[in-house]
């Protein structure tokens, strides 16, 4: 079993900036993907940003690519997800995913733990 707790939601204005963080405890291996995904209201849950937890390699949605930055501390357990000159329509949940497996993905069903989810809120 793999636990993700995500911390950092808030509400911010638009052009601001949040840093998001998501601890993970329990069987996670040495080698694995972690990933940040999110949901808005009415849509479906969609891939934000993703990085291997051994040398670092990431995967962005090109929606985020540019102000978005993943990244980890394995020290810590804890991945992050920078987020600069946020938009209102970054506004949604956003998930901490773990896929116990190396290749980097986007796809929601391939990831096999989730956390609960922190809010974003970005105002105009």
């Known amino acids: 079993q793999v636990q993700l707790v995500e911390s950092g939601g808030g509400l911010v204005q638009s052009g601001g900036s949040l840093r998001l963080s998501c601890a993970a405890s329990?069987?996670?291996?040495?080698?694995?993907?972690m990933g940040w995904f999110r949901q808005a209201p009415g849509k479906e849950r969609e891939f934000v940003a993703a990085?291997?937890?051994?040398?670092?390699?990431?995967l962005y949605a090109d929606s985020v690519k540019g102000r978005f930055t993943i990244s980890r501390d394995r020290a810590k357990n804890t991945v992050y997800l920078q987020m600069n000159r946020l938009k209102p329509e970054d506004t949604a949940e956003y998930y901490c995913?773990?896929?116990?497996?190396?290749?980097?993905?986007?796809?929601?069903?391939?990831?096999?733990?989730w956390g609960q989810g922190t809010q974003v809120t970005i105002s105009s």
């Open positions: 995913a773990a896929r116990l497996r190396v290749k980097l993905t986007n796809l929601p069903y391939e990831y096999d733990y």
């Open positions: 990085i291997t937890w051994d040398f670092g390699r990431t």
């Open positions: 329990g069987r996670t291996g040495s080698n694995y993907v």
